[in-house]
C-alpha cells in the first residue's frame, strides 16, 4: 500500500509521536502535513520531522486522503465544523480525541456520510510502546482501515474492535492503565523504603523489575497467571506476598477500578458529545 496523504490538525505531543513514528517507518516528509495555532509547536515539528506547517487547518488538510483530528475534546465541535466545508474529497477521518463518539463526530462534520475511525490510545505511544484500540463506522473501506491501522501502528499495537461502546472498556484498562502502573510503581518503592532501601534504589528495583516482568509477559509463550505461578514457590517470600495481596481483596478491587474508569468513560462521552 502506498503511503496516504496525512494531514494532522492538532500537533501536540501525541500528534507529534505519530508523526515521528511514521518517519520512523519511511513516511516521506512531503506526505504528512500539520496544522497547530501556536507558532512554537508548528516550527518545533517542522524542525524535528521536515513536515509543511500551517496555521490554519484548511491548509493543512487540503488533497488529504487522511485527516487526523488530535485536538482537545472540549474544542473538537468547533474544529470538525470549521473543517465541513473542506472535506467534499471524501478523506477518513480518524479521531484520537478521548470521549467523543463517531455520532458526534458525523453529526458536527455535517450532512455528508463521513468514513470515521475512533481511538483510544495511550501514553505510551509517546514512546512508540503504546497501544490503541480502533473502531470504524459502516462509511470505512478496507483500504482506509489499512490507512488506520498503519498509523498507529506507527507508535504501538492497533487492535481493531467490533462494537464502538468497547472503547470504554478499551479506555479502563489501557488508556488510563499506565497510571496504575505507575501507582504500583510509587507504592513499592514507598514499601522498599520502609524496609530499609535507599529511596533510590528502591525506585530503581521497583521500575527494572516492573520493565522486566512487561518483558516476560509480552514475549512469553504462556499467559501471566502461568508465569506468576512459575515464580511463586510453595511457602515462599512470593507465596507471602501473593497470599497478602489476595488478602486484601486485590483482584475485586482491581475490577472495581475498571469499571469505574469505564463508567467514567461512558459518562464523558455522553457530556461531550452534546
Known amino acids: 500500500m502506498t503511503s496516504p496523504r496525512i494531514a494532522f490538525i492538532g500537533a501536540g505531543n501525541m500528534a507529534a509521536s505519530l508523526i515521528g513514528g511514521l518517519r520512523a517507518q519511511g513516511v516521506a516528509a512531503d506526505a504528512i502535513r500539520a496544522s497547530d495555532p501556536g507558532a512554537e509547536q508548528r516550527a518545533k515539528i517542522s524542525a524535528e520531522h521536515g513536515i509543511q506547517t500551517f496555521a490554519q487547518n484548511a491548509d493543512a488538510l487540503a488533497g488529504a486522503d487522511v485527516v487526523v483530528l488530535s485536538v482537545k475534546p472540549q474544542v473538537m ?13 471524501g478523506p477518513l477521518i480518524v479521531s484520537i480525541a478521548a470521549g467523543i463518539s463517531c455520532d458526534s463526530l458525523q453529526r458536527w462534520l455535517g450532512p455528508r456520510p463521513q468514513a470515521i475511525v475512533r481511538c483510544m490510545p495511550n501514553t ?74 535507599p529511596r533510590e534504589t528502591a525506585a530503581q528495583l521497583t521500575m527494572q523489575t516492573a520493565l522486566g516482568a512487561a518483558r516476560m509477559a509480552c514475549e512469553s509463550d504462556v499467559d501471566a497467571a502461568e508465569l506468576r505461578r512459575r515464580v511463586t514457590s510453595p511457602n ?14 486485590f483482584e475485586q478491587l482491581v475490577q472495581q477500578a475498571l469499571n469505574a474508569a469505564a463508567q467514567r468513560s461512558a459518562e464523558l462521552a455522553e457530556q461531550l458529545g452534546q
Not at 470549521?82 to 467534499?88: E, I
Not at 514507598?190 to 530499609?196: F, I, K, M, T
Not at 501473593?242 to 486484601?248: E, M, P, R, S
Open 77 to 89: 465541535q468547533a474544529v470538525c465544523q470549521d473543517l465541513t466545508p473542506h472535506l467534499a474529497h
Open 124 to 197: 505510551p505511544a509517546l514512546l512508540r510502546q503504546g497501544v490503541s484500540g480502533l473502531f470504524a463506522n459502516a462509511q470505512v473501506s478496507d483500504m482506509q482501515k489499512q490507512q488506520a491501522e498503519q498509523l498507529l501502528s506507527a507508535v504501538g499495537i492497533a487492535l481493531w474492535l467490533e462494537e464502538e461502546r468497547l472503547i470504554d472498556a478499551v479506555t479502563a484498562v489501557s488508556g488510563s492503565g499506565p497510571a496504575y502502573f505507575f501507582l504500583l510503581i510509587e507504592a513499592m518503592t514507598v514499601a522498599g523504603e520502609q524496609l530499609g532501601l
Open 236 to 249: 515462599g517470600t512470593t507465596e507471602a506476598a501473593i497470599k497478602a495481596f489476595q488478602a486484601g481483596g
